[in-house]
């Protein structure tokens, strides 16, 4: 800028300094600043006069970006390379602010003399970026729970089913599956309407999610409709027996009046149980039929009450 005539030095230096990016320029022999522009007090509130050298810049770098950020500026540097970074910028309250600093490497006779380059201000971008990384996680953690009920849903069934038999078959131990539903829910719904039936289900769901029963390990999802699972891993057969007793016993004891169809005046599940060490030639899919066989046995048997089978390899089927 020099170089020019007085008054065209005048308007670029009052173009530069009216943009909202900061300019700057530093002498990459010295690795002294010669130029910031003044409108970087307004955003950090350290004087213009106060940025000297590379030195002064890094130290305001926020300290999860300073090494990389620096890093890469000088190996960039060095090499020609024009290049930006994205960083907390201290502010001289205190505070941060994160900016993007966008730099141009000025050569001569191959060697780098000096940067020049312009500090945007990103925060609000940042901001806006931040939100929607939390409203990601939120839908993440959404798409695996069911919406009417809050617990887990079939996906996380499905996914969590799935490690748990791979895990079972590694370490040959057993895995236990029961599939609980909800008994003459049809009744309950046409006898106390859909609206009733839904809360219904969030009560069951409710209590079987808080059972006391329940290890760190155990899952219980919503299948489906008045159906729900629960996944026991590392559970042998009498194990497995107990556990679904107390789940049943513990809905009968919700009290959920029920307007009754020869069963019981309350709410009540049937559950059907089964219980396997898989090993190479057993199927996921013919793990869960049994299990849904079983349930079918607890329905017809009189419902309210646990069916269970065991693998070949645990006892005999009932
Ligand atoms: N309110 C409500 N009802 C549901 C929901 N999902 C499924 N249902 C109802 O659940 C009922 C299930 O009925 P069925 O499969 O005939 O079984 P059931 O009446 O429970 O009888 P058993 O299983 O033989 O004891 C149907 O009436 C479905 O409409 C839901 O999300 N909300």
């Not at 131990?173 to 009744?187: E, G, N, W």
């Amino acid at each position: 800028m020099g170089q020019l005539p007085p008054e065209q030095y005048g308007l670029y230096k009052t173009l530069l300094e009216s943009t909202k990016a900061i300019p700057w320029k530093l002498n990459w022999i010295t690795k002294e600043f010669e130029y910031i522009g003044p409108q970087i007090e307004a955003l950090l509130g350290w004087r213009q006069d106060s940025w000297k050298t590379a030195q002064d810049w890094i130290d305001r770098i926020h300290r999860d970006e300073r090494e990389d950020t620096a890093n890469l500026c000088i190996t960039q540097s060095d090499c020609g390379i024009d290049h930006e970074a994205d960083y907390r910028a201290l502010t001289a309250s205190g505070g941060y602010v994160w900016v993007r600093d966008v730099v141009h490497v000025i050569r001569e006779d191959g060697v780098t003399t000096a940067l020049v380059g312009f500090i945007f201000d990103i925060s609000e971008r940042k901001k806006m970026e931040d939100v929607l990384l939390r409203l990601n996680k939120q839908l993440a953690a959404l798409s695996f729970h069911d919406g009417l009920t809050g617990i887990a849903n079939r996906r996380m069934y499905d996914r969590s089913i799935q490690v748990a038999w791979a895990q079972a078959q590694n370490n040959r131990t057993p895995l236990s599956l029961a599939i609980l539903d909800v008994d003459h829910f049809k009744h309950y719904n046409d006898k106390n309407g859909h609206a009733a039936g839904d809360e219904c289900l969030c009560q069951v769901a409710n209590a079987l999610n808080n059972c006391a029963a329940m290890r760190p390990t155990d899952m219980i999802a919503r299948y489906g409709g008045e159906e729900f699972v629960l996944i026991l891993p590392n559970t042998g057969p009498e194990e497995a027996v107990d556990i679904a007793e107390t789940f049943r016993r513990l809905v009968a004891n919700q009290r959920i009046p029920h307007p009754g169809v020869g069963v019981a005046d309350v709410v009540t599940v049937s559950v059907g149980l089964n219980t396997i060490i898989p090993g190479e030639e057993d199927s996921l899919q013919a793990f869960f039929e049994v299990a849904d066989r079983m349930l079918y046995r607890a329905k017809s048997n009189g419902r309210n009450r646990v069916e269970c089978a065991g693998s070949k390899r645990i006892f005999a089927i009932n």
